[in-house]
């Protein structure tokens, strides 16, 4: 007795399942090949998936931005913008140092997944940011337009009409990993606490940040609202520190949203109002 040929999907790349909503690679189901009437089919086929199924959690609007300089983190503020630090996108000099030259965006990719590998990765198309900032504190500020809006993942809000509030409890959250660290690179929800000073662009508080951290959301605890991201911090090699850390205000920079909104849309950056620094 003979049984129909099974019939194999190729996938558009490893983990075409996992990758799908990332890449845009989704290949739908051949037809079922109907049998023979002599054929006999088995009367329990095995079910690998029963759609629907979850491909990202909520964390997940939490995401790594690799470059070709720097690896920092980011957060989905929208379905195609990505909001990280100004100093993660800009070229170094010779030295070493962060210059005011912003990297290729084309050069940045993101990666989606909170653990030690990515389940997905995407590409940016065009990098909003103001003139300063690219060395990080006031205006430290950026959000990457994404080549493509990712489908079924969350986001989180900012916080563009509230300032930070001496006192107030906040929390960053990254990719960074600290020469002792036990373990690779994956998200961490980093031990922050009260934000201990303000200026018209910064806060300050006491957080656990290592390297890679920059960029990331610092968020109210509570809410989960983002109020600026991590721009700079004492660190001494050991993510158990606690050491000064200095954010950068988002709601200073309202302007970097709404611009990056409309490039999303399909305007050009030349066509738009220059984004300026805050008084």
């Known amino acids: 007795m003979t049984h129909p040929p099974l019939r194999v999907l190729s996938a558009c790349a490893v983990g075409a399942l996992v990758l799908a909503f990332a890449t845009g ?9 109907l049998p023979a009437a002599n054929v006999h089919v088995a009367p329990h086929a095995p079910v690998l998936f029963s759609p629907p199924f979850a491909l990202a959690t909520p964390e997940d609007a939490v995401v790594r931005v690799v470059g070709p300089e720097l690896t920092c983190s980011g957060t989905l503020v ?3 913008l990505v909001l990280t630090a100004h100093h993660c996108l800009v070229k170094r000099g010779v030295h070493g140092e962060l210059t005011s030259e912003p990297i290729d965006a084309a050069d940045v990719q ?16 065009a990098i909003v940011a103001p003139p300063c900032g690219f060395a990080g504190g006031g205006g430290d500020v950026a959000i990457l337009v994404l080549e493509r809006k990712l489908v079924g993942m969350s986001v989180m809000t900012p916080r563009l009409d509230g300032v930070p509030r001496m006192g107030e409890a906040l929390d960053p959250i990254g990719f960074g990993r600290c020469a002792l660290s036990e373990d690779g690179i994956h998200r961490h929800a980093r031990p ?26 610092v968020i109210a605890r509570g809410t989960h609202e983002i109020v600026g991201v991590v721009s700079e911090s004492a660190m001494d090699g050991d993510e158990r520190t606690v050491g000064t850390t200095i954010g950068a205000r988002i709601d200073a920079y309202r302007s970097v949203f709404s611009t990056a909104r409309q490039v999303g849309d399909g305007a050009t950056l030349s066509e738009l109002p220059p984004i300026g620094c805050a008084p």
Do not use: H
């Open 25 to 33: 690679c989704v290949q739908r189901a051949a037809p079922p090949v």
């Open 78 to 80: 929208e379905d195609d």
């Open 110 to 125: 993101i990666e989606l997944g909170g653990d030690y590998l990515a389940w997905g990765t995407v590409k940016a198309r």
């Open 192 to 217: 922050g606490g009260d934000v201990i000073g303000t200026s018209n662009e910064t806060f300050v508080l006491r957080a656990s940040i290592c390297p890679g951290d920059s960029g990331g959301p």
